[in-house]
């Protein structure tokens, strides 16, 4: 093979693994609205109390969507919440460095990390997903959006759980204002009630905006 040749496969070669490496989609959620705009979302959402538990089952939401090729949800997410993100032809993440804006950690093997349904699949089944077709709860689990979905430590999601912003709040006191933005959003878009109490805690996140 001439050395010119050669030269030219190295340097395609190069710029395909680089081009693989850089993330697809922008490294946030998307919508989320300004701290006013919040506040004033946060003012018109129906206060109520939660509606039962029965007949909740994860499977009424489901996930995750193909969303493009062999890419569904929770891939998407993470190559858009991720850096130099690397997949293979199956669009599982092979390599790339994931940071939690949950708990300021970052990692490096994408099973370290879940992708969070900001309003939680059972939270939002008791406050008026439980009325919805299948169809919609689908696209309210996919929601790619509105700032429903974003990749953050394994763990900490797991000690959320379905947990409202009365119940937990994320571990860095610095996110609160964010949090509380796009918790508002999400309530906001689907029309989901709210109780007093987490009225009350997401106005207390909102001020430290």
Known sequence: MHC????????????????????????TAPNIPTAAAAKTALASLTVAAQGPQTGYSRDLFPTWNTISGTCNTRETVLKRDGTGVVVNSACTATSGSWYSVYDGATWTAASDVDIDHMVPLSNAWKSGAAAWTTAQRQAFANDLTNPQLLAVTDNVNQAKSDSGPEDW?????????????????????????????????????????
């Open 4 to 27: 010119t040749s050669l030269n030219a496969l190295l340097v395609a070669a190069s710029l395909a693994t680089t081009t693989l490496a850089v993330p697809i989609f922008p490294r």
């Open 169 to 209: 709040k994320p571990p860095l006191t610095s996110f609160y204002c964010t949090y509380a933005r796009m918790w508002v959003k999400v309530k906001s878009v689907y029309a989901l009630t709210i109780t007093s109490a987490e009225k009350t805690a997401l106005t207390s996140m909102l001020n430290t905006c």
